[in-house]
C-alpha cells in the first residue's frame, strides 16, 4: 500500500497519456524516488518534464493519492501498477504508457490471455449491432477474450455477445469505475463483473470529460492482441482505436460495409483498403487466434466452427447430437455404399504441406469416419494433438468431420 501511494501520486500528477511517464521510469528506480527529487525541485527530475506538467506536478499531493486509495477499498477497485506482476506487457511499450490500472473484477491473464478488442459507432445499424453481436458470441465461445469499451452501440453488443456464450469480456472506461456511466448500460456493467472485468486509468469519482475518451482508447488498443472494427465512421473514437492498434504493431480486422454508401462505415471501408483483415465470420479470426493461442481456445468447438463457416455442406453442426454413437448409422451408410458402388476408394498419398503429427494422423485415418478420441488413442496424441493436427488436415481439404466429432478422408 505504501508502494501505490507512489504509484498513484504519478498517475494523478501528470497528465493522462503523457510519455513523461516513461521518461521518469527509464531514469527513476520506482515513483518515491521521483517524488522525492521532484519535491526538493531538483533539476535531475524536473528536467523530464515540460514547464507545464512541472506546475501540475509541484501542486499534487500524496494526500490526494491517500484519498483515491481510501476510494477504491470502499468500491472495491484494487490498483495494479506498472511494476506489478500481471500487469499488461504490451501497455509498457506504448507511447504515453499508464503507471497503473484500476481494475474492478476479475480480467483473467492480461498477458496470456486472447484478447480482441472491438470498437465501432455509438450510432449503429440494427444490421451492425446483430453482426458485432454474433461475432463475439462465437468468438467468446471458443475461448477468446472479448475487449470493448461500454458505451451503446456496437461495444455494448460486443459485450452482451460475449456474455451470452458465456465467455469473459473486459470494459476499458473513460471515467471511474464507481460512475455510473453510460447509465443506460448500468446492467450490462453488473453482468460483465460477474464474468470479467472494468479496468480503466481514472480513480474512482472520476467524472465523464469527452475529451479523455481519444486517450482512453490507447489502452482498450494496447491490451488487446487485435481489434476487430465492425461499424466505424472517419474520425471517430473507433477510428483513433484502430489508429492506436496500428501504431502498436496490432493486426486490425474489419468486417465488409453491411450498407451501400453508409457514412457510419467510411471508417472501415478506409482501413479494408489500406489493408486490414475483412472478416466474412467469425472463422476469419478463429484461424489467427488458433495459431497464437492453441493452448487457451476450446480446441473441439474452434475446430468445429472453422468447419461448419468454411467447409460449409449445408448442415447446421450445432444441431447435431454429439455424442459418440452419432456416427455410427452413418459409418454403415458409408460402408454399404462402397460396398455396392465397388469403386476403388485407394487413398490418397500423405500430404506433404503439413507437420509430423498430422502425417501421423492422416495414416491412422480411412474413409470410414471414426470419432476423435479413438484416432488420439490409436496415434497416442493428446486431444489438444489431435485437433491441431485435424485441423491442418482440413484446411488443405485433406479430411472431412462428420457428425458426432468422427472424421474420414475427404
Not at 515540460?50 to 501540475?56: D, M, N, V
Not at 468447419?307 to 460449409?312: F, T
Request: aromatic share 6%; charged share 25%.
Amino acid at each position: 500500500m505504501e508502494d501505490n501511494r507512489y504509484w498513484v501520486w504519478l498517475s494523478e500528477a501528470l497528465p493522462k497519456g503523457s510519455h513523461s511517464v516513461h521518461r521518469v521510469l527509464e531514469h527513476f528506480e520506482d515513483p518515491k524516488a521521483f517524488y522525492e527529487q521532484a519535491k526538493a525541485k531538483k533539476e535531475t527530475a524536473l528536467s523530464l518534464l515540460t514547464p507545464k506538467e512541472r506546475t501540475g506536478l509541484l501542486q499534487t499531493s500524496l494526500e490526494r493519492a491517500d484519498r483515491i486509495l481510501e476510494a477504491c477499498e470502499k468500491h472495491g477497485v484494487r490498483v495494479l501498477c506498472q511494476r506489478d506482476e500481471g500487469f499488461p506487457e504490451g501497455l509498457k511499450q506504448i507511447y504515453g504508457p499508464p503507471p497503473l490500472l484500476y481494475i474492478k473484477g476479475d480480467p483473467g491473464d492480461l498477458n496470456a490471455d486472447p484478447l480482441l478488442g472491438v470498437v465501432g459507432t455509438r450510432k449503429a445499424g440494427e444490421l451492425g449491432k446483430r453482426v458485432t453481436g454474433n461475432l463475439c458470441y462465437e468468438l467468446a465461445r471458443c475461448g477468446i477474450t472479448i475487449v470493448s469499451g461500454c458505451a451503446v452501440g456496437i461495444d455494448e453488443y460486443a459485450h452482451r455477445g460475449a456474455l451470452k456464450a458465456g465467455g469473459r469480456t473486459i470494459a476499458v472506461m473513460g471515467c471511474g469505475l464507481d460512475v455510473n456511466y453510460p447509465a443506460k448500460n448500468e446492467e450490462l456493467k453488473a453482468h460483465i463483473l460477474q464474468h470479467g472485468a472494468l479496468i480503466g486509468e481514472l480513480p474512482p469519482g472520476s467524472e465523464v470529460v469527452g475529451s479523455y475518451f481519444p486517450i482512453r482508447n490507447r489502452i482498450l488498443a494496447g491490451i488487446s492482441r487485435s481489434i476487430l472494427a465492425t461499424e466505424v465512421p472517419p474520425r471517430s473514437g473507433a477510428a483513433i482505436t484502430v489508429e492506436h492498434a496500428l501504431e502498436q504493431g496490432k493486426d486490425v480486422y474489419c468486417t465488409p460495409p453491411l450498407e451501400y454508401g453508409a457514412p457510419r462505415y467510411a471508417g472501415t471501408l478506409k482501413f479494408l483498403r489500406d489493408g486490414a483483415v475483412p472478416v466474412y465470420d467469425c472463422s476469419d479470426i478463429l484461424l489467427e487466434y488458433y495459431k497464437w493461442f492453441p493452448h487457451k481456445l476450446d480446441g473441439e468447438k474452434t475446430l468445429a466452427l472453422i468447419k461448419e463457416h468454411r467447409h460449409p455442406s449445408g448442415k447446421n453442426l450445432h444441431n447435431f447430437d454429439l455424442s459418440p454413437t452419432t456416427s455410427l448409422p452413418k459409418s454403415r451408410m458409408l460402408k454399404e455404399k462402397e460396398k455396392s458402388s465397388g469403386a476403388d476408394r485407394s487413398k490418397p498419398p500423405v500430404p506433404e504441406a503439413v507437420g509430423e503429427q498430422a502425417k501421423q494422423l492422416y495414416a491412422a485415418l480411412t474413409f470410414e469416419p471414426q470419432h476423435v478420441e479413438e484416432l488420439s488413442q490409436a496415434c497416442g496424441l493428446t486431444m489438444g494433438q489431435t485437433l491441431a493436427a485435424l485441423t491442418e488436415l482440413e484446411i488443405i481439404g485433406a479430411v472431412r468431420m462428420e457428425p458426432g466429432k468422427a472424421y474420414c478422408l475427404a
